[in-house]
Every structure is written in C-alpha cells, then in structure tokens.
T-cell receptor
C-alpha cells in the first residue's frame, strides 16, 4: 500500500502566487523527499528533509516536516509557469533506498 | 554523461508475449530500482538491487523478474505479459544510503501497452 498521501490532488494558481502541497505518511521514517515530474518525463529530486529536521529551504522551495503528525508540506514561492508539473513526496524508512511514493499533486501555474 | 537510460521508450505487446526492459546507468551507482506508474497510483516499487548480483522484491513483484549481472545494468523481464501490466515503467539509480547523497536519479520511462 502507498505510504504517502498527498493533498490536494490538483492545484491551479496564477503566476506569482505561492503553492502549498501536503504529504501524510503512516510509519516512522528516516527521511522524506520531494520529487518533481514534468509531463512525459522521469522524476527529478528536489529536496530531502531528515527526520531530525523541521524545516529546510532550497531556492524558492520550503519544506517542513512534523514527525509527530507524520506530515510534510512543500511550499513553492513566487510560482512560475515553468513550475507546472506533478510533485511527489517519498518516504524512506530503511537503508536500501526503498522509497515509497505518494500519489502526487498536479500543479498548474497559469501565466 | 547520459545518466539513466531506458530502452525501449515505447512497446506494444500481445497478452502472453515476453519482453525485457533494459536500464543502464553511467554514474557508477550501487543501487538500482524498477518502478511502475499508473494513473492515480503514484509510483510503486517492483524490484530493486543494492549491488551487482543481488536483487530483492518491492511492493508489486508478481509477474516480473529482474537481473543485475553488471553493475551498470538492471534488466526487468515480463515472462507472460498481461493487460494489468500496461503501465509506464521507470528505472532509477542511487549511491549507497548513508553517503549523504540519498536520492534517486530516474530514467525517462518506458510506455508499455499489453493488448
């Protein structure tokens, strides 16, 4: 079964607005990662947050992790049309890189 | 530096036919994975390998076999294709966990249709 559940399933915003997507998971984790997938392409790693971290930044991305609630959020600030893609969270509970992916959030940024 | 290369990119099979998907990586990664992606299901792990000559089952291994005879290659086989195996298949590779580089590098996918 899927480890992560993402919310919302789809999000449509205007360029310049912020986009927030959430991920909930079920079991204890070592780290949680976010990936991006452009239509028809493979996934690309965006950011990793470890279980002992609460917040992490990378450029226009901000990720938070609340292990007590088993949830994470990805914030994309000042969105651009080029941010249009699907975003997936993935949880890592072991040491063999067996990432379990959520169903993803499809983001559309309108110019 | 090509990264992770999957062949073929598209394939149509008839029920009962067999085929092999090839994944090659040129980053000297120890770990390799096969995922399938279905609409609304995210990615599900089929099989994975933590080194040459080793393989292990993921979430949805039934109907698939894999081999990792060379470090750079990871093959996914369908012995008798079924319509339920219609999907997009992604290969990924990674450095060993614990190196501080715990992330997957993905290929561009193989679209497989089984009629």
């Amino acid at each position: 079964s899927q480890q992560g559940e993402e919310d919302p399933q789809a999000l449509s915003i205007q360029e310049g607005e912020n986009a927030t997507m959430n991920c909930s998971y079920k079991t204890s984790i070592n780290n949680l990662q976010w990936y991006r997938q452009n239509s028809g392409r493979g996934l690309v790693h965006l950011i990793l947050i470890r279980s002992n971290e609460r917040e992490k930044h990378s450029g226009r991305l901000r990720v938070t992790l609340d292990t007590s609630k088993k949830s994470s959020s990805l914030l994309i600030t000042a969105s651009r049309a080029a941010d249009t893609a699907s975003y997936f969270c993935a949880t890592d509970a072991g040491n063999t890189g067996k990432l379990i992916f959520g169903q993803g959030t499809t983001l559309q940024v309108k110019p | 530096n090509a990264g992770v290369t999957q062949t073929p990119k598209f394939r149509v099979l008839k029920t009962g036919q067999s085929m092999t998907l090839l994944c090659a990586q040129d980053m000297n990664h120890e770990y390799m994975y096969w995922y399938r992606q279905d609409p609304g299901m995210g990615l599900r792990l089929i099989h994975y390998s933590v080194g040459e000559g080793t393989t292990a089952k993921g979430e949805v291994p039934d109907g698939y076999n894999v081999s990792r005879l060379k470090k750079q290659n990871f093959l996914l086989g369908l012995e008798s294709a079924a319509p339920s195996q219609t999907s997009v298949y992604f290969c990924a590779s990674a450095l060993p966990w614990g190196t501080g580089q715990e992330k997957l590098f993905f290929g561009s996918g193989t679209q497989l249709s089984v009629l």
